[in-house]
């Protein structure tokens, strides 16, 4: 490869939170751990690899300049974002003015549901659910209704859509946020299932906020649709938000984006995220996006999937084959596992308590399913190199599920 993804990238005294904040996990003490085991990072959502070259190249070439005052965006930036999405997700018609800064994808998902609805109101969403719906809906005075994901004969996560008809009708409700690709599930729809849910909406005039952070990481040849993109209704009642932050690992930055095509939505949304006075651009982080989006980053993105898949076929073999009592529907995008443990709990007479304190004991640490309204589940991050992959599952045989 071209790109490095096997080096084990030191991440200590550099404000990781996934690595100076372990200890801030409810329970985790790595003070505590087994003798020779080190923790390996595997909870909250970002990347152990370092990123894409041309990111650092861009905002240092920026910094050498010694003055960082008011600024207006480069059309360049509007550029990047419009190829990119057209190269990557078959996206025409995008323009400079559908574009709008977010951020961060949470506070476009609030700017837009204050514009769909008054406080109080019902919202779909579904469930498993991503904690950071939770927080920003509930914070800001939104129900959440839930309809949940079932999985199929195959374990495949799927939409309920006489569950979510039902509730739309009987809860009054006229919005929703989608998640595409799903988190914490790793669902990747296909073009049927946004298009049927897309004429839900449509059938019941419920307006969509569509999280699509992730989906520039799809494994083993899955297609991103998006939900603007299967109708011209669907393009005309969908806010979509995005943001380089998952694809590069660029959180620490900030700088998501938003694309609305229908001119009425978009002034209002624009006007709603403006209030607070500080939802505004970060030179550094203009910089970092077209240094992202440039020929490198197309290279770098496609073998970060590559790696990501592969981490995710062995991590998904090894449950299957080592961990009897443990599930795991195989993630379609995303480097999240969200895995099942309710069967091994009842058969050995634990809780998922005792499992994560076991997991944390042995420095792997993963985070509690629970806030993700996964009853009995443990959410586990893959984006590191295999061998810190295979050492993980390695303690999680000998020390946890086969001790």
Known sequence: MKYDFTSILDRHGKDAM???GVDRMSGFDSNALKDGCDVIPMWVADMNFPTC?????AMIERAKHPAYGYFFPREEYFDAIIKWHETRNGVTGLTKECIGYENGVLGGVISALNVFCSK????LIHSPTYIGFTGCLSNNGYNMIHSPLIQDENGVWRMDFADMEQKIVEKKIHAAVFCSPHNPCGRVWERWEVEQFMELCKKHDVMVVSDEIWSDILLNGHKHIPPQSVSEDARNRTVAVYAPSKTFNLAGLVGSYHIIYNKYIRERVEKESSLPHYNDMNVISMHALIGAYKPEGYEWTDELCQ?????VDYACKYIAEHFEGVKVSKPEGTYML????????????????????????????VQDGRMFHGPCHLRINLALPLSRVKEAFDRLDKYVFNA
């Open 18 to 20: 996934a690595i100076d």
């Open 53 to 57: 070259p041309t990111i650092p190249e």
């Open 120 to 123: 109080g109101d019902n919202v």
């Open 307 to 311: 790696v990501l898949s592969g981490n």
């Open 338 to 365: 969200f895995v099942d443990c309710a069967e091994w709990c009842e058969k050995h007479g634990n809780t998922i308590e005792d499992v994560e304190h076991a997991v944390w004991s042995v420095g792997v640490a």
